[in-house]
């Protein structure tokens, strides 16, 4: 497997324009997670699904934030209106279905500048 | 908020040398673990360690835990030149599947 696959690496927008995140899970992980990483906040959990259904999104800063998990290979995460305070590094991961007892695989990250 | 803290913030030790880091964590856990992120990359999952584990080993790592003391130790025996990147803890509560990370330790290991 190619690992959890993220597009695009890098994303140079202006403020105010919509911004879609790409995420394809490992094969056969029930679990998708998205991180943000900035260096004033770390890592924070903004969202994650099983099984295609949000779990908890609690960690999603603002109603202009969303995520969607249409099937079992593909998550967006959409920012409308951007604006240059969500300047972070957005990660995607994945976990196989055992609870608790195994490892989130991390992608590559997507870094957003919002000017 | 960040459940795992870790200490030092920053670390620069010579190669060969031993490095430690410390992760301390608020509520109880199922399981703890260490991840390794390189400058610019996703994080690397390095080892796993269970509420009822007090040590465990994978090659030149060492990770414990301390329940009571809701506190964790990474010992990287050796070090090298590669081994340099940022290490976080992450805690995983029961029952849950969602990983909270702390802020990190940036290791700098010179050659």
């Known amino acids: 497997d190619a690992g959890v696959i993220q597009s695009p690496r890098h994303e140079v927008t202006e403020m105010g324009q919509e911004v879609t995140l790409r995420c394809k899970p490992i094969?056969?992980?029930?679990?998708l997670f998205w991180y943000r990483q900035t260096m004033m906040r770390g890592l924070e959990l903004l969202i994650y699904?099983?099984?295609?259904?949000?779990?908890?999104d609690s960690g999603m800063p603002e109603d202009r934030f969303s995520a969607k998990m249409p099937n079992a290979s593909f998550s967006t995460l959409k920012i409308q209106p951007s604006e240059p305070r969500d300047s972070a590094v957005y990660f995607c991961a994945s976990s196989p279905p055992i609870l608790g007892q195994t490892e989130a695989f991390f992608g590559q990250g997507t870094r957003l500048t919002v000017v | 908020s960040q459940q795992g803290e870790e200490d030092p913030q920053a670390l620069s030790i010579q190669e060969g040398e031993n490095a430690t880091m410390n992760c301390s964590y608020k509520?109880?856990?199922?399981?703890l673990q260490w991840y390794r992120q390189n400058s610019g990359r996703g994080l690397v999952h390095l080892i796993l360690i269970r509420s009822n584990e007090r040590e465990k080993h994978s090659g030149r790592l060492r990770v414990t835990l301390d329940t009571s003391k809701k506190s964790s130790s990474l010992l990287i025996t050796a070090s090298r030149a590669a081994d340099t990147a940022s290490y976080f803890c992450a805690t995983a509560g029961a029952g849950s599947y969602q990983l909270t990370f702390g802020k990190g330790t940036k290791l700098s290991v010179i050659p």
């Open positions: 509520t109880s856990i199922n399981n």
């Open positions: 699904f099983n099984n295609n259904v949000p779990i908890d």
């Open positions: 094969s056969g992980h029930d679990y």
